[in-house]
């Protein structure tokens, strides 16, 4: 635990702390009236409301929607799986204001809901809804998806032979198996709705405004920095009592469980019961996943012989100082670093929780990972630069500063990936090895790493697709000369003019090709039997 511990401590609770502190001091003394004046101000309320049922309904209509799907891509065969799985992946990845605009474009004024039908959705709960499943389809895919495949079929099928119907087997057998991660998968969905921005800020007009959209306004147009860190000690202690519940609820259902390969988990689909599900999930990817993207693939081809395409390569210099292109070759490089350290300090971090004779300090470690899912990015950002611009930890000019920022944000990821699957291994293997002689080293190398292997890159593929469309705090710390993806969009759209939106369009093409063929090598990876266990 000590080193997941300094890192979390040194890259987000110092930073945070720092705006923070900043916001509520005034004259060397802390004012902490004001946060009952801010909380109690009736459009801070509604903010709050808005924020809080917004992300309710949006975790269960994504639940409602990606558990079948989950269920499909664990335990169906069928021709081009390893192809839908990366582009159910890709939306997850795209800067908000990109998948803001997209869906704006379908449901919008002149859209191609307009066109069909005449109706509207644009600046309605729908549209923010709609959008939000659509970002957030592939974290319960993955997450439960990935446990659901590992999980021995041969237990549900033996309460069917005692006479259980399919419904009960399910119910009684593979839901408590899969709550865990169901849980797991819940929680992000939530955090992430909860504090959306770049969806609400695009589609929810003057009318709708969550804490993060708030917060956001109060920093940058009405430079009111008090009450926008009141709005984020609102919104860390929000999120602080989510996760001590959901704390609190997975470890009470904690249990060891058979584990087989998924490889030959998955069968090629039989009945019409299973065929009509297949057909159904590729029905919702097709039209809440790839309609939007290809408006986007659309868009970006607007112009003759490429002529967006052929732009980025130029620089302008005004808003870029490289050819856009260049925020491609930058955003890899911080991925890959960004990948690197959420996998060490997300195995680590892992490992520690998953055993069973942890104390309570580091179980409650455990809620404490997932804050940086559920802080402002904004109020992140702003603290990277307030608080580590001095010796020792003087990182302003240096390249490693949105790795860093990237792979807060991927270290969540990697440890509610793989802590299902370490919690699940029985206790009685590793004792086995030991009894026969085996390091604790060795024990770890020849009895869990084969059976965690497969969430390790599963892990690895969410962190590296997390940080190439980080977005909120990269934006303040990514540096003119080296902009991200994320950041090189969000430029090209604040700019007026046909050419920077056709621009920005082509690069998120460009992104979200590059992130499918990784994802798409990665599962080629994942599913290559290189054991048995």
């Known amino acids: 635990m000590a080193l997941p511990v300094a890192f979390f401590a040194l890259f987000f609770a110092w930073p945070v702390a720092a705006i923070v502190a900043r916001g509520l001091e005034t004259d060397g003394a802390w004012h902490l009236g004001r946060i009952a004046d801010v909380v109690t101000r009736p459009d801070i309320r509604h903010v709050l409301w808005f924020t809080t049922w917004q ?65 509207r959705l644009d600046t309605t709960v729908w549209a923010i809804l709609l959008a939000h499943v659509f970002f957030n389809f592939a974290v319960v895919v993955r997450t439960v998806g990935g446990l659901w495949a590992q999980l021995d ?34 929680l992000m969905v939530f955090l992430f709705t909860f504090t959306s921005f770049g969806v609400v800020q695009i589609l929810g007009g003057p009318t709708f405004s969550t804490l993060e959209v708030e917060i956001y306004r109060q920093t940058s147009e009405v430079f009111d920095l008090s009450t926008a860190a009141v709005l984020t000690l609102v919104q860390f202690a929000a999120v602080g009592a989510v996760l001590a519940v959901h704390a609190w609820t997975v470890r009470r259902r904690e249990t060891a469980l058979r584990l087989v390969d998924p490889t030959v988990t998955a069968r090629r689909p039989r009945g019409a019961g299973q065929w009509t599900l297949l057909a159904s999930v590729l029905v919702v990817v097709a039209l809440l996943l790839v309609l939007p993207l290809a408006v986007l693939v659309r868009r970006s081809l607007d112009a003759p012989g490429l002529g967006y395409y052929r732009a980025l390569t130029r620089a302008d210099g005004g808003t870029f100082l490289v050819a856009p292109v260049h925020a491609v070759w930058t955003s890899l490089q911080y991925a890959v670093a960004a990948t690197a350290i959420a996998v060490v300090i997300g195995a680590l971090a892992a490992a520690a929780l998953a055993r069973r004779d942890a104390g309570r300090l580091v179980r409650g470690f455990d809620a404490l990972l997932m804050l940086p899912l559920g802080v402002s990015a904004v109020t992140v950002g702003f603290g990277f630069l307030i608080a580590l611009d001095r010796p020792p930890l003087d990182l302003r000019q240096s390249w490693i500063l949105v790795p860093l920022a990237q792979a807060l944000v991927g270290a969540p990821f990697v440890v509610r990936t793989m802590l299902p699957v370490l919690r699940a291994v029985d206790v009685r293997l590793r004792e086995a090895a030991a009894v026969l002689g085996a390091s604790p080293w060795r024990v770890w190398r020849e009895v869990d790493l084969p059976l965690v292997r497969r969430a390790l890159l599963v892990a690895s593929g969410f962190a590296f697709a997390v940080s190439l469309g980080e977005f909120g705090a990269t934006v303040f710390i990514a540096r003119p000369d080296n902009p991200t993806l994320p950041v090189a969009v969000a430029r090209l759209l604040s700019r007026p003019g046909e050419l920077n939106y056709g621009q920005a369009m082509a690069l998120s093409t460009i992104l979200m090709v590059v992130c499918a063929a990784a994802l798409l090598v990665l599962e080629r990876l994942r599913t290559d039997r290189t054991g048995e266990f």
């Open 55 to 119: 992300a309710l309904a949006s975790t269960a209509l994504t639940l409602l929607l990606a558990l079948p799907a989950g269920y499909v891509f664990a335990r169906l065969d069928f021709p081009g799986k390893q192809l839908l799985r990366a582009v159910v992946t890709v939306p997850f990845v795209l800067p908000t204001v990109v998948a803001g605009s997209a869906f704006l474009a379908l449901l919008g004024r002149g859209g191609l809901l307009d066109e069909l039908s005449g109706v």
């Open 153 to 186: 079929p041969r237990q549900e099928e033996a309460a069917r032979m005692l006479g259980a119907s399919p419904l009960t087997a399910w119910r009684r057998v593979t839901l408590p198996a899969l709550a865990p991660a169901v849980a797991a998968a819940a």
